[in-house]
């Protein structure tokens, strides 16, 4: 058996930064996943805002991995071809009071170090913010907030990661855990792993992998969102990330702008006790439409495309980011709940850094490649462009699905960089993304995967093992 | 830019019927664009009966209704037709342009008709509470994987909303060996043509949930069951009258929206039967959702004379297209 220099659990946004990170230097690394593809935990259900960091209490941990993390996802997303807007975010006052938290959220953010904040008068949120609710007063205006594909930026970090030598596990889910001998054997569904050093990153699961080694100081308590899709026709609804004033337990319910183009409303926060479920709910749906409303005032709730429900690990108010003294060799990377997407590419370099502490050697390799090429994709470049690509590979012109723009070529790059289930295509590609849902595509991707990965069209699954879109074909029916 | 007379949207029934009128009405340049690999539409997944008594006095299927129609295209050589071709963009000044494996093209048209047809409301858009496993279909969808794909979606269904599709869905999973556990309705009558009612519920034991909605859709991976419950006048669930149904399927047969993307895109407007830029028309489902595919035909069939008005109107010297009145009378 081979033993690694780190085994990492869990691979969403934080499991592949830390391994993307860690690839820099001559180290064995695996990337151990439960389910059939990256980023299907917390990950997916991400908001994709990096924020600029306000919001946070000033000493926290999360609101300076969040400022840091800023800053290098600029760089990251260069590197890695995936698209990063900075749209900018308001946090509007709609009354006497709300100023006043204003300027107390705009003090403890400089505290920080969030650069550029400004308060912005009634006159500026007209002009800029045209169908922002006229009741408000101003805003606090926070220019380095963007918006990313958090789904994409998994993929992409993960593929560049295993360019530089990371080893990716999936459908590994870990039953136990031991210590001997200096080294961690992690007892999976898929194989055995051996590691000198782990790192917890199993997000809502964190803290049954740090039971399994003895720690059991903390509890990750999901806190559900739920999270409304508008139609890309809506595209122009905001031009900024819209926030009300936070409340003690989540930012509220925002305006999100999407990578994708398409506006989101919610999410609502609610804690509740089961992992797994993701459910939504008419009271979800009508609190964030009440909510959004109340930001701008003419979202119409017929414009809902889709929505899902995703969970926070919730572990306390901050971060949990720390070498356990009591297990050493082990890093617990537990409770990121947000701004965690913000702070991953930071969280990566504090994971590094402490296993450097810890005496793990970091030298760095001779050659790692920083860059991958970018992902094409039709619905974000003009006909010019994608006039030549057709010309170039004429699967470019051969649309799948009509209602995103997504062409065969795409589906079939998708599946070859690592897409396994129709999930897995979704979020690399759009396809079944649109306002048909899958109604028109579904057959055809259907039929690309099962052509690509070699398996019967029964076999392909929505998102893994129980989730097959179908379930028989022609003379099959009785089986 | 290469320049054509006419360019239809669309190669459904009401696209081929524009396109065999107005070349009968004297076009003689007419570019059919279909994002499919043949022609027909959605008629290609109906192998039920009941399509042509009306227009042809006769009981057809789909296909074969769909296949006179491809017929006559073929046989006017004036009638080109683009297939697996899809319109990523119209203009108001009649360009448009339309990606096909290998080539993007861009044409500037004399007139133009819209045939592009519908498309179902999903569960996203009633909004259902509940889960997101795999085993949610639209009704159409469920259609193609069984009639076009040989594969059967799942055995043990719900029909949610009385649609025709839903109901014709109902009787063809029947068919295919699976159980249809029940149709759930929030009105209290059928949304469907009575033949359907009759023909593909009745006659097969199907149970019909009038006044019902469901509550909830259960299931991790895969849908495990539904909750039901009985709705008042307004739609709300009446206490007490909840109870749950086991299945792994859930056909959405809840309405059809049509399909105006580009016409919204173009900024061109719909009014009542017209179009607000002259030369633009629209025809078949995407102006408004038809019962018979046979009603189709005849108003498309005035939809292609009408282009054909407006093009000879442009030919002649000192005439107006705008005189015209654009759309669909």
């Known amino acids: 058996m081979k033993t690694h220099d780190v085994a990492i659990i869990g691979a969403g946004v934080i499991g592949t930064s830390i391994a993307r990170e860690l690839s820099r230097y001559k180290l064995d690394i695996?990337?151990?996943?439960?389910?059939?593809?990256?980023?299907?935990?917390?990950?997916?259900?991400?908001?994709?805002?990096?924020?600029?960091?306000t919001q946070n209490p000033?000493?926290?941990?999360?609101?300076?991995?969040?400022?840091?993390?800023?800053?290098?996802?600029r760089k990251i997303s260069k590197e890695l071809g995936v698209d990063f807007k900075e749209v900018g975010e308001l946090i509007v006052a709609f009354n006497e009071d709300d100023i006043k938290e204003l300027l107390r959220l705009k003090k403890e953010a400089e505290l920080l170090g969030v650069p550029g904040l400004r308060i912005v008068d009634k006159d500026w949120l007209e002009k800029n913010e045209p169908n922002l609710n006229s009741v408000a007063v101003c805003g606090l205006y926070a220019p380095t907030a963007g918006i990313i594909s958090p789904y994409r930026l998994v993929y992409d970090l993960a593929e560049n990661a295993v360019r530089n030598g990371v080893e990716i596990f999936t459908k590994a889910k870990v039953i136990n855990i031991s210590r001997a001998d200096k080294y961690f054997e992690i007892n999976t569904s898929l194989d055995l792993f051996k590691s000198r050093y782990l790192v917890n990153a199993a997000g809502l699961f964190a803290d049954e992998i740090s039971g399994m080694l003895g720690i059991n100081d903390f509890k990750i308590k999901p806190r559900k969102g739920e999270e409304f899709i508008l139609d890309k026709k809506k595209a122009d609804l905001a031009r900024h990330l819209i926030f009300p004033l936070p409340s003690k337990v989540s930012k509220g319910v925002l305006i999100i702008k999407t990578a994708d183009g398409n506006p989101m409303i919610g999410p609502t926060a609610e804690d509740i006790e089961d992992k797994e479920d993701f459910s939504t709910s008419d009271s979800g749906l009508n609190k964030v439409l009440m909510s959004a409303r109340r930001l701008i005032p003419s979202i119409n709730d017929k414009d809902i495309i889709a929505y899902f429900a995703g969970l926070r690990p919730v572990a306390g108010d901050d971060f949990i980011i720390r070498h356990e003294e009591k297990c050493p060799g082990f890093i617990n990377v537990a409770g990121i709940q947000s701004p965690g997407l913000t702070a991953s590419p930071a969280i990566a370099v504090l994971v590094a850094n402490i296993l450097k502490k810890n005496e793990l050697a970091l030298k760095k390799k001779l050659i790692f490649h920083a860059h991958r090429k970018k992902t094409m994709h039709l619905f974000e470049i003009p006909l010019t462009k994608t006039q030549a690509l057709i010309k170039k590979d004429h699967a470019y012109g051969d649309i799948v699905c009509r209602c995103e723009m997504v062409s065969a070529k795409e589906i079939r790059d998708a599946v070859r960089r690592g897409a396994k289930t129709m999930d897995g295509v979704k979020f690399r590609t759009r396809a079944q993304a649109g306002r048909c849902h899958g109604s028109f595509c579904t057959t055809r991707i259907i039929k690309i995967l099962a052509e690509e990965t070699q398996t019967p069209l029964t076999g392909i699954t929505k998102r893994g093992r129980g989730s097959e879109i179908v379930r028989g074909g022609r003379g099959l029916i009785n089986d | 830019m290469i320049k054509r007379d006419l360019v239809i949207v669309g190669g459904g029934p009401a696209g081929m019927a524009a396109a065999v009128s107005a070349y009968e009405n004297g076009v003689k340049d007419i570019l059919l664009v279909e994002r499919d690999q043949y022609l027909g539409g959605i008629l290609n997944q109906c192998v039920h009966t009941g399509f042509g008594i009306n227009y042809f006095k006769e009981i057809l299927t789909g296909p074969e209704y769909a296949d006179r129609f491809i017929e006559k295209v073929k046989n006017i050589p004036e009638i080109e037709v683009s297939l697996k071709s899809i319109v990523v963009s119209l203009m108001p000044d009649k360009i448009i342009t339309f990606l096909k494996p290998g080539r993007l093209e861009t044409i500037k048209a004399k007139a133009i008709i819209m045939a592009t047809g519908c498309r179902e409301k999903t569960r996203e858009m009633v909004h259902i509470q509940g889960t997101r496993p795999a085993g949610i279909f639209s009704a159409g969808l469920a259609q193609k994987l069984i009639n076009i794909e040989g594969l059967l979606p799942g055995k043990e269904i719900i029909v949610v909303g009385s649609g025709d599709i839903g109901l014709i869905m109902a009787r063809r999973f029947t068919l295919e060996g699976a159980k249809v556990k029940a149709i759930i309705e929030i009105q209290k009558e059928t949304r469907g043509l009575l033949r359907n009612m009759v023909q593909c519920v009745e006659d097969f034991n199907i149970p019909v949930y009038f006044n019902h909605k469901i509550s909830r859709i259960y299931g991790k991976d895969r849908v495990e069951k539904v909750s039901v419950c009985k709705v008042d006048d307004n739609f709300n669930e009446i206490s007490g009258s909840l109870f749950e149904i086991k299945c792994d399927t859930i056909l959405m047969s809840v309405g059809l929206i049509p399909e105006n993307e580009l016409i919204e895109m173009a900024g061109v407007r719909i009014d009542g039967n017209k179009t607000s830029v002259p030369g633009i028309f629209m025809c078949g489902n995407c102006l408004k959702i038809y019962d018979l595919v046979d009603w189709v035909t005849q108003d498309s069939f005035l939809a292609g004379k009408l282009a054909a008005t407006t093009i000879e109107l442009l030919l002649k010297p000192g005439s107006h297209s705008n005189t015209m009145g654009a759309g669909l009378q």
């Open chain 1, 58 to 73: 000033p000493g926290s941990m999360k609101g300076c991995l969040c400022v840091q993390g800023n800053a290098l996802i």
């Open chain 1, 30 to 53: 695996a990337l151990i996943e439960k389910e059939e593809e990256l980023a299907f935990g917390v990950s997916k259900s991400n908001s994709g805002i990096i924020h600029p960091g």
